[in-house]
């Protein structure tokens, strides 16, 4: 019998556009009634975050408090999806370096898409955005994995292509790229 194999993967992001929702209703919640779906099969599935986003959260969290309680609650998920055995890597959306955040609301404003593909950035945002992704990523895991193993990344904005501009900085860090898939647009 031929054997099959699924793949089952899940962006942990908001919304693009000019309510962004919030990290309880569009990243929490969400993942806390799918992950008993999941494990009751006895699968495990890999969570790309939008570490451009952690990014931002943690460049705010000294001043806003509902900033720093959206980086634990969003920390703590990641770090209870690997104790779990899931596998948590980066998502990179460089848009967010044109958020607008509405403190009122507390929501985002993600409609600016000039920094969307990754291409848009010069090289050195491209290495700031890409290793303080990693970074985050780790300092968040260490707690429950201090030598957790980032295997894969997946661009934001659908593609990385041109691929020269992206392979200078993921070749020493990341081991697959799961941006596209075959056949397919999906990033
Ligand atoms: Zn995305």
Redesign the pocket.
């Known amino acids: 019998m031929e054997t099959r194999h699924l793949l089952l993967t899940f ?1 942990h ?1 908001l919304f693009l556009g000019r309510r962004s929702g919030t990290v309880e209703r569009c990243m929490e919640r969400p993942v806390d009634r799918l992950l008993p779906i999941i494990e009751q099969y006895g699968l495990r599935a890999i969570f790309f975050v ?1 570490t451009t986003f952690l990014m931002e959260l943690d460049g705010r969290a000294a001043v806003s408090i509902k900033c720093r309680a959206d980086l634990d609650r969003i920390a703590r998920q990641l770090r209870e999806l690997v104790q779990r055995g899931h596998a948590v890597y980066p ?1 990179i ?1 460089p848009h967010w370096a044109d958020a607008r955040y509405d403190a009122a609301a507390h929501q985002w404003d993600l409609q600016e898409l000039r920094s969307y593909r990754f291409s848009a950035l010069d090289e050195a945002e491209r290495e700031r955005v890409f290793r303080g992704s990693m970074e985050i990523l780790r300092r968040i895991l260490a707690p429950v994995d201090p030598l957790y193993r980032i295997q894969a990344y997946r661009a ?1 904005g659908w593609c990385i292509q041109p691929f020269d501009d992206f392979a200078p900085i993921s070749r020493h860090l990341v081991e697959r790229d799961m941006s596209v898939l075959g056949g397919n647009e999906a ?1």
Do not use: L, S, T
Request: charge should be negative; charged fraction near 45%; proline fraction near 0%.
């Open positions: 962006d992001e939008d998502h959306h934001g990033a």
